[in-house]
């Protein structure tokens, strides 16, 4: 599967931002999806993940209560609404997919990801 993030941009802090990833192909809703980020000299992190219907997700504890992940497998996108957003979430976010046998899995490990797609750029000013 081939993923597009977008949504990025610039924002104040306390402000939001929705960002999109879309997925090519027929198989997008057998697929979990991810975000992950990464700031300037630090590693990838994990951000938030959702499964394959959308019935169980997961947060990093940085976002939880600000950020939702959700996705709509008729669009073939997945979404990641984040609220009062921080100068530290200043990143850029990739979009990722896996997929799994067990159907409720939610792994929050990027080396779990099977695809990657380019980053859209996150700047919250303080």
């Known amino acids: 599967v081939q993923l597009q993030a977008s949504g990025g941009g610039l924002v104040q802090a306390g402000g939001s931002l929705r960002l999109s990833c879309a997925a090519s192909?027929?198989?997008?809703?057998?697929?979990?999806m991810g975000w992950f980020r990464q700031a300037p000299g630090k590693e990838r992190e994990f951000v938030a993940i959702?499964?394959?219907?959308?019935?169980?997700?997961n947060y990093a504890d940085s976002v939880k209560g600000r950020f939702t992940i959700s996705r709509d497998n008729a669009k073939n996108t997945v979404y990641l609404q984040m609220n009062s957003l921080k100068p530290e979430d200043t990143a850029v976010y990739y979009c990722a997919a896996y997929k799994s046998v067990y159907k409720n899995y939610v792994p929050s490990d990027p080396n779990g990801m099977d695809s990657w797609g380019k980053g859209t750029q996150v700047t919250v000013s303080s």
């Open positions: 192909g027929r198989t997008f809703s057998s697929y979990g």
């Open positions: 959702i499964n394959w219907s959308g019935g169980s997700t």
